[in-house]
């Protein structure tokens, strides 16, 4: 299954095999985890004997290249292909395209090829059996291609009082080189598993701006420094790989032992009681969680330690390495709404569908979103269960929140019942509406949703249709930041 987090049914290379065998894992599993330790290795590597000071970017820029090139072959062996052939179909149109049609182009072809790839997936080799799933690179690729290509529009073909200040400051002004862009694009450090980044942050983190750029945002003499300061990743790097090791361990342990498919058993389906099965899938979805944690926080790691994803000082002086961070642990586990949850997972990818449609189409902004997520996802059935479940209880989540959330807020003992309750709401209905996310086919999905009852559909419904809808602004998961004027596909 993906998630943006990576390939986990990778079979390029088969040298990993007796490995897989004595540790009981998957050998896609097993050879992703090597590759990304690679690239741990590399990065190290990189940030120390081909600093900035001592190496010209254009030799950084080759390395992260090859690198990158490397680790995809490795994993994908021919399969490959299809990313290069996606890049360069792409740096065609960056090169050729005007500049008034460079987004659309680049728009279309990215997300036609992806969409094409993941039908062959699920049509042509039945839900996976195909032994190597190409698709997670091709969907991170996909996000830089596109984000770039806006970018470039907003640099060379927009007027800067029609931008928002978030546009503005990651406006491209100039066409990238095919060395920049390939480079942008298939680096080491997120070519497998992402995250995505932006081109600007990128090239000040080849050119050794990144750091100091940051610190100059973020008025650094304001904190206290009396001299520009040179933030070690080194910190950052250990904490997030023991949350990888930790997230291992679990993902060796819990998700073994409390497999999706038990969701499907004789037991589950026809023999639990109600409440019963609402626990199991709680925990069922629970033990699903780690490979995510793994797969994103390890992808960070590797980026920190070339000295990429510092994001300035925090609130106490400490600095930060969250720049690129995919997911915040502690605010998923403890969220009190749907919207705080989904906020906190695939932080990465939310960015990416927030600046490419949700704040640049002109109607429906949030449909249309939803839409983007599923055809980017894949073509699988359970993908579009969820979204669209989704949808149902953000509008009912929202319209409970607005109705009832001020009567709990006169006195702390209220507030804190009520953030007992919502968070344990919230953790049921994460579950209920993602368990088709992870089972993929219609099949398990119905069979699951009958042996629940549809009970949220049916409590969703019935509050959106009876529930009063209060007056509410026009955004409500991110900020409107566009000139009214120019909210449109331009």
Known sequence: MQDGSGAYRTTGSTCLHPLSELLGIPLDQVNFVACQLSALCAAFWFRLYLSPGETSPAVRHAFATIFGIYFVIFCFGWYSVHLFVLVLMCYGIMVTASISN?????????????????????????????????????????????????????????????????????????????????????????????PCNNFKDYIAFIEGRHTHMKLLEMNWKEKGFHSLPEPSPTGAVMHKLCVTLVSLLLFLTLTKTFPVTSLVDDWFVHEANFLTRLCYLYIVMQASKPKYYFAWTLADAVNNAAGFGFSGVDKNGNFSWDLLSNL??????????????????????????????????????????????????????????????????????RTVRKNYRHYFLSSKALKAVYDLVTWAVTQLAVSYTVAPFVMLAVEPTISLYKSMYFYLHIISLLIILFLPIKPQAHNQRWPQTLNSLNKKMD
């Not at 596109?146 to 066409?175: I, M, N, P």
């Not at 990465?348 to 996802?377: D, G, M, N």
């Open 328 to 397: 915040n642990i502690w605010k998923i586990e403890t969220a009190t709404s749907f919207k705080m949850y989904v906020e906190n997972w695939n932080i990465q990818t939310a960015t990416w569908l927030k600046r490419v449609c949700y704040e640049r189409v002109p109607w429906y902004p949030t449909v249309l979103t939803f839409i983007l997520s599923a055809l980017w996802h894949g073509v699988y059935p359970g993908y579009y269960f969820t979204f669209l479940t989704g949808i149902l209880v953000t509008l009912a989540a």
């Open 102 to 194: 460079i987004h659309r182009y680049s728009f279309f072809v990215a997300m036609g090829y992806l969409t094409i790839c993941h039908i062959s997936r699920i049509y042509i080799f039945h839900y996976g059996i195909l032994t190597t799933d190409f698709s997670g690179p091709l969907m991170i690729v996909t996000q830089k291609i596109t984000t770039l290509a806006f970018q470039v529009h907003d640099g060379l073909g927009r007027r800067a009082e029609d931008l928002s200040s978030e546009q503005h400051r990651l406006a491209v002004k100039a066409k990238p080189s095919f060395l920049e862009y390939v480079s942008y694009l298939l680096n080491f450090m997120s070519v497998i598993a992402g």
